[in-house]
């Protein structure tokens, strides 16, 4: 009997397969096989090595007939299967070889996490349906549907189906009496032909011919237990899951949850009928009710299952190219050994390698580039024909370290052939003869390396280029086999080449996040060519990146001139222009129902894939769907997924890693209100999304491998602060982890280390943010707000205040920041204001915030929308004038009456909520004018809202010390993390004789936030921390420290060395005190010693 212990099986194996394997380690072990880890030595990907166990194998029927139907299984390639590469035997050992797909199976992550949220197990069934679709077809049943054998890719999070067939391999059935002996052998070794746990009715009482009914069934228990978290059936202590299956009555989900609809239980109902009869008749039944429940799109996109015609294999072939990548450092569509698979012409994908100036010409060198695109774009005229995009031979190149800039050999171009997964390659050449210019294409099969054929063109000018690289097309298609009457009547994409090449350089520019050159070249190419659609759509796209903050955006014009100019173009691109301008014109639902359509054209369109989860993300208007109930539709989780897998098709496009590290920051911010839900759409176009009302927030969590969105109101009920802590801590990991990628990937590039920055100081690591904003301020970075102004923001908040002045004294002698300044500037000078707060100016920031203040208005009209604003001045202003105890009767009420006039603009129940938020305000002018007449309407007017230890601080200033106490006393223990809060307490403190308790108050301060961000106004709490310093230092002087009291009276010197003459006293008073602190330090230095 062969020795099938784990170690002998390990050695056994590597000694058998040293020659196309390495054996890496062992990944696990079942009843009938163990699964290895190893490196296919051939095409150095890695792979997983299922081997049966010995004993199965040792009949020699029993492996022709695992033979068999293990190539029948292989024949199976789809984007939720985990497709078979090889199957074989060595040294008596039957093993496949499948695609490593690197992250967990479900039953890892339902044990984790008990329970999936509803619309992830819907997307997941949904997967696991297709993948059972593509293999019921073949006549496949694949019997063993269980979680273990479902895989959940960690960067994607798609969900993949393994081990299909295997259960029907070694299942009982007809057997010749040879085989009968190999069947024995399997209950010999303990084989369940199963799992009883998901073992249809049918399949429990032991039929053998099972149908597509029953891998129905045994997937209704994983959505059951997915949705729930529980199994369907009481079982009991003995377990016995077959009795369950054919006798007991299943348990409603309605009784198990209460939030899933009625539709999915109606469904999982069905799937789950005991009569194999009365379930779906098919997964394709299954997966159009689910599909029509309208939760299923919430999940990422798959390839379209239904037969393709030949009109669109050329869209087919892309969509496997993009999703078959399951294997880390995997090939696509590679057959065994690199041949053809079957069934795929290899005259019908075709890569174009980047053209060689032979003689360097500098006229030129724009083709290296520029002639992959004008032949892609001349060939991809053709729809059976599929052709590399030139924007992805950029990232492919770049993959595999082949230069761009330098003559592409054979070998290479074959090379990033195979890594995109085609299999015919060209090799080009460009040079000037006389007045001539001669184009020469070499044409080669990939999967032998063989020249098949040269073509060439002659270009009698610049203008005549178009015209010769559509005759190298046609010479071509005698190679890469497409029929001419396959042709589209699409016109070029310009009649002017000039604006051709302008079109050429903002792309390579783009990808170099160049984006004001991208922007220049864009607007080149349409000022030379005003009809040219795709340089309309790509400049609008660039354009929008600067119009973050201007209240008169121009790119959805552009948008529209794209869309009027794309009627002659091809139909994706005019897909994708419909799409990009319906989510310019906040139109989500439709923009991703036309981004669905493009990809089940083509899956690897990373616009598209950027799109759909752009549009994901912020279709923010509630809907209702078909039974009544209110849904919020956007989905960070179909987003952050769709990301990925734009960036698994191209990691060069950059703009993508932005994108996934903002999505990620919404999960990683504990003050983050999350995402806001509307009941209207927004008034115009994606410009005004906040210009709305929202009715309630969702805030956004990291969990498993995905994003969720959880009910703002119902957050902390669900989750624990422990869990909540971690969960953010692990988002934030996991986009500094996908930054610092991105910056391994573009070293020399200033944006990576950008967004890194932005990334640390989230995460309030300002030090570590100011150093990689150097990096990406010497890199040439480029922002829509200033890089000036968030350098002061963090150095600000980060409490790093020599820079701060060094920094902010500079930025404000530049003339961009003085003076008026337009609003697009205005509205983002938040570090500003602080910074002239804390320097004690507090007029100027008076008049910086005022023009924040109507540069906001601009960017939001409506009258709620402006109330909101002038409220939120108010409140600031007040806040700014109590902190320097300038709040007089008059001024109160000046602000009350505005407040109380603005208030009317508001429901009801909306006024309520901005009552309460006018609490600190309130508490403050409470503090500086006692308990006066306008106080006390104050009161009133914001729900009477009190503070113990504001409340303490304003009856000492009423001189009221026994009512002080008692309010300071009842503040104890006190954990606020607001600082007016905290500085009250302190001055109470120290009022009531208590200097250590008010040494440490103080001292607090320092650790508590502070905010210097762009959308800062005119807030108090600098006042408040810098004012902090002078009364500690007078703290310090009662308790005997003089060292520290002098420490402080200068950094509060140091900072308020100009300050508005209304704070010129407590400057004087701080001199003098320092003075003579120091006056006392020089006698006892010069006393003799004791």
């Known amino acids: 009997m062969p020795d099938s212990s784990p ?157 299909f067939g295997i259960a029907r391999i070694v299942a009982p059935g007809d057997t010749s009496p040879g085989e009968a002996a190999d069947q024995e052998k399997l209950t010999a070794v303990g084989v369940a032909m199963g799992t009883p746990r998901y073992m249809s009715p049918e399949q429990a009482s032991g039929e053998h011919d099972l149908t597509a009914a029953s891998d129905i069934y045994a997937l209704g228990i994983l959505f059951y237990e997915m949705l729930s978290g529980a199994y369907p059936y009481e079982v009991g202590p003995t377990r016995n899951y077959m009795i369950a299956h054919l006798t007991h009555e299943l348990t409603p989900l309605s009784e198990r949850i209460d939030d899933v609809p009625e539709e999915i239980q109606a469904m999982v109902g069905r799937m789950l009928a005991r009569n194999p009869d009365e379930r779906y008749a098919s997964a394709d039944e299954a997966s159009e009710v689910l599909a029509a429940t309208g939760l299923a799109a919430t999940g990422p996109i798959r390839v379209p299952t239904r037969p393709i015609t030949n009109r669109r294999r050329r869209y087919a072939l892309s969509a496997l190219a993009g999703v078959a990548a399951v294997a880390v450092g995997g090939v696509l569509l590679m057959g065994r050994g690199g041949e053809v698979p079957d069934g795929v012409d290899p005259r019908q994908s075709i890569l174009i390698g980047f053209f060689d100036n032979t003689r360097q010409d500098p006229s030129l060198e724009w083709l290296r580039f520029g002639g992959v695109e004008l032949l892609a774009r001349s060939l991809g005229r053709w729809q059976d024909l599929q052709v590399v995009e030139s924007e992805r031979l950029l990232d492919l190149a770049r993959r595999e370290e082949v230069a761009e800039d330098q003559p592409l050999s054979s070998g290479d171009a074959i090379k990033l052939a195979k890594s995109a997964g085609v299999w015919t390659a060209t090799v080009g050449s460009v040079i000037k003869l006389g007045d001539e210019i001669q184009l020469t294409v070499n044409v080669y099969d990939v999967a032998t390396g063989r020249r098949l054929s040269t073509a060439s063109a002659t270009a009698g000018s610049d203008s005549a280029l178009a015209i010769a690289f559509d005759n190298l097309a046609n010479q071509l298609l005698d190679v890469a086999g497409a029929p001419r009457s396959a042709r589209l009547d699409v016109e070029p994409p310009t009649t002017s080449i000039d604006a051709y090449r302008a079109y050429i350089r903002g792309i390579e520019a783009t990808s ?339 023009q924040r203040l109507q540069a906001s208005k601009q960017f939001s009209p409506g009258p709620e929308r402006l109330a909101r604003i002038d409220l939120s001045a108010l409140s600031s202003r007040l806040r700014a004038a109590a902190s320097i105890d300038a709040v007089s009767p008059t001024l109160l009420t000046q602000i009350l009456d505005s407040v109380s006039t603005l208030l009317q603009v508001f429901p009801d129940s909306e006024q309520v909520r901005i009552r309460q938020g006018l609490r600190w305000p309130v508490l403050l002018a409470a503090a500086t004018l006692g308990d006066t007449a306008q106080v006390r309407r104050w009161r009133e007017l914001a729900e009477d809202q009190r503070d113990p230890g504001i409340d303490a601080w304003a009856a000492m200033e009423a001189g009221d010390r026994s009512r002080a106490e008692r309010l300071y006393l009842a503040a104890q223990p006190d954990t606020s993390e607001a600082p007016v809060h905290v500085a009250a307490l302190a001055r109470t403190a120290e009022a009531l004789g208590r200097a250590a308790e008010a040494a440490d108050y103080y001292t607090r301060m320092d650790t508590l936030r502070y905010t210097a961000s762009v959308n800062a106004g005119l807030d108090g709490d600098w006042l408040l921390l810098v004012r902090s310093y002078a009364q500690r230092a007078a703290v310090y002087e009662s308790l005997g420290q003089r060292a520290r009291a002098m420490e402080y009276y200068r950094k509060f010197l140091g900072l308020w060395d100009d300050p508005d003459p209304e704070l010129e006293p407590e400057r004087d008073l701080a001199r003098k005190a320092l003075a003579e602190l120091e006056r006392a330090d020089r006698e006892d230095a010069s006393s003799p010693t004791q």
């Open 7 to 163: 170690p002998a099986l390990l050695e056994r194996l590597t000694a058998a397969l040293r020659e196309d394997y390495e054996i890496i380690r062992p990944l696990g072990r079942g009843g009938m096989a163990s699964v290895f880890l190893a490196r296919e030595r051939s095409l150095n990907r890695l792979v997983a090595l299922k081997v049966l166990d010995p004993m199965l194998g040792e009949g020699p029927l029993f492996r022709a007939r695992f033979q068999r139907e293990a190539e029948t299984v292989a024949q199976l390639q789809h984007p939720n299967i985990v497709q078979i590469f090889r199957v074989g035997e060595a040294d008596g050992l039957a093993f496949y070889a499948m695609a490593f797909v690197e992250g967990e199976n479900l039953a890892e992550r339902l044990k984790r996490e008990g329970r999936l949220p509803s619309g992830e197990a819907v997307r997941i069934c949904s997967e696991i349906l297709a993948a059972l679709s593509a293999a019921h077809r073949r006549g496949i049943i694949h019997r063993d549907i269980k979680p273990e054998n479902v895989l959940i890719e960690r960067e994607s999070g798609r969900a993949l189906v393994t081990d």
């Open 512 to 850: 170099r996040w160049n984006i004001t050159g991208a922007r220049d070249e864009f607007r080149r190419a349409v000022d030379l060519d005003p009809s040219f659609a795709l340089a309309y759509y790509q400049l609008s796209s660039v354009t929008g990146f600067f119009e973050q903050t201007s209240p008169a955006p121009t790119f959805i014009a552009l948008a529209d001139s794209a869309l009027r100019y794309s009627a002659q173009r091809p139909a994706k691109e005019r897909l994708l222009i419909r799409a990009f301008h319906a989510y310019v014109n906040a139109d989500f639902e439709g923009a991703k129902s036309l981004y669905r359509e493009l990809l089940e054209q083509d899956s690897t369109v990373v616009d598209a894939w950027s799109g759909y989860a752009s549009a994901s993300l912020l279709d923010l208007t509630l809907r209702t769907d078909s039974t009544g109930r209110e849904y919020f539709p956007s989905s960070p989780g179909v987003a952050l997924k769709s990301f990925r897998r734009a960036l698994e098709l191209d990691a060069s496009d950059y703009g993508i890693y932005p994108a996934v590290s903002n999505l990620l920051s919404l999960a990683s911010q504990e003050d983050s209100p999350g995402l806001p839900a509307f009941n209207e759409p927004p008034p115009g176009g994606i410009t005004t999304l906040g210009r709305r009302r929202p009715v309630r927030f969702y805030r956004v969590l990291y969990v498993g491998d995905s994003l969720i969105t959880v009910p703002a109101d119902s957050l902390e009920i669900r989750y624990s602060a422990a869990v909540l802590d971690s969960l953010r801590a692990r988002a934030r990991v996991i986009s500094r982890d996908h930054l610092r990628h991105w910056i391994s990937l573009a070293p020399d590039q200033g944006q990576p280390h950008f967004f890194l920055a932005n990334n640390l100081a989230v995460d309030r690591q300002f030090d570590s943010a100011l150093v990689s904003m150097a990096e990406a301020e010497r890199l040439g970075a480029q922002s829509p707000v200033s890089i000036s102004l968030l350098r002061l923001g963090w150095q600000l908040e980060g409490q790093f205040f020599d820079q701060a002045i060094a920094h902010g004294d500079s930025l404000l002698a530049e003339p961009e920041w003085t003076g008026e300044l337009p609003p697009e500037r205005a509205v983002v000078t938040g570090p500003i204001i602080s910074y002239l707060l804390l320097r004690g100016q507090v007029a100027e920031a008076g008049r910086v915030a005022n």
